[in-house]
């Protein structure tokens, strides 16, 4: 596992369909961190997870959106409903212990169509 | 959920120039990163700071942290194309969440 791994690179989906992005974090890393990117902006963090826990949702809409990392496997971010505001890169990053540089993925770029 | 403001939003200069990109907010961080963005791909880390009033020198780029560790500044000297992209700082607080600025995008010309 050279880095993070993000799955697939580009998504098109449907307006009222569900997206699914996976995330494989770096090896040895446990904190995953997923973020949204519009075209011309920065990072706006959504959800921090470690094994299997939800440590800091607090970006992350209320509705439609949810995140997973299970004990084994790769993070999910799944948004279910998609709209046409939903289109953006999603990144995700991995750190080993939190707080000290992370490693991203090159994203997901998702259209809504 | 503290804010950190970058500046300039856009800087285009000529190659061989210098330049200073900055990175402010009001609440202290516990460290502090820069990564560089190119199209289509996502952020690579260049440096982290940690102590007030630290300098980080990379190749050409040099990186400062502020005394009380609210802000930093990037500087790069005799800019080239392949410098050109997004920078983006981010900084953490004492519960290790780290929240990015909306960063400088920095274009170099030959």
């Known amino acids: 596992n050279a880095g993070v791994m993000q799955n697939p690179r580009h998504l098109v989906r449907r307006r009222g369909q569900e997206a699914r992005l996976r995330c494989s974090p770096m090896k040895g890393h446990s904190h995953v961190y997923w973020y949204r990117q519009l075209p011309e902006e920065g990072l706006k963090f959504m959800v921090y997870?470690?094994?299997?826990?939800?440590?800091?949702e607090s970006g992350m809409p209320k509705e439609r959106f949810s995140a997973e990392f299970p004990k084994e496997g790769p993070s999910i971010l799944r948004i279910q409903q998609v709209v046409r505001g939903d289109s953006a890169a999603y990144f995700c990053?991995?750190?080993?212990?939190?707080?000290?540089?992370?490693?991203f993925g090159s994203g997901t770029r998702l259209t809504v169509v | 959920t503290q804010l950190l403001e970058q500046s300039p939003q856009f800087l285009s200069i000529q190659e061989g120039e210098n330049l200073t990109v900055y990175c402010n907010s009001s609440?202290?961080?516990?460290?502090l990163q820069w990564y560089r963005q190119e199209p289509g791909e996502g952020p690579v880390l260049l440096v982290t700071?940690?102590?007030?009033?630290e300098v980080k020198k990379l190749k050409r780029l040099t990186f400062q942290f502020g005394d009380a560790r609210k802000d930093s500044s990037l500087h790069i000297t005799a800019a080239q194309p392949g410098d050109t992209g997004l920078y983006l700082c981010?900084?953490?607080?004492?519960?290790?969440?780290?929240?990015f600025g909306a960063g400088t995008r920095l274009t170099v010309k030959p």
């Open positions: 990053a991995s750190s080993l212990d939190g707080g000290w540089g992370y490693t």
């Open positions: 981010a900084g953490a607080d004492n519960n290790n969440d780290m929240r």
């Open positions: 609440s202290v961080f516990s460290s």
């Open positions: 700071v940690v102590t007030g009033g």
């Open positions: 997870l470690q094994k299997e826990n939800i440590i800091d």
